[in-house]
């Protein structure tokens, strides 16, 4: 057991060490140019969606449009963001 938890401990240790890392990792220029248009792209969709609603159509519409518009492209049915109801 005690052997499960030192393994477990450096697995942990190891984990958090490497976040920070991943996370300052610096992107070369193809990349954030490609970060810059996805990010471009979810706007574009995001406003999409918001003209959607605005025109009076039904949420649910306007999200499958949304869903639509950014598959591929953000994470999770909210095209990378959610806001709160």
Do not use: F, W
Request: net charge positive.
């Amino acid at each position: 057991m005690k052997t499960m938890s030192n393994v477990v401990l450096a697995l942990s240790v190891i984990a958090l060490t490497a976040i920070p890392l991943i996370a300052n990792a610096q992107h070369n220029d193809k990349e954030t140019k490609e970060d810059v248009q996805r990010h471009r792209a979810m706007a574009a969709a995001h406003e999409a969606a918001a003209k959607c609603l605005e025109s009076g159509k039904k949420e649910e519409v306007c999200m499958k449009e949304l869903q639509s518009s950014c598959k591929g492209l953000a994470v999770g049915k909210y095209c990378g963001m959610k806001h709160a109801h």
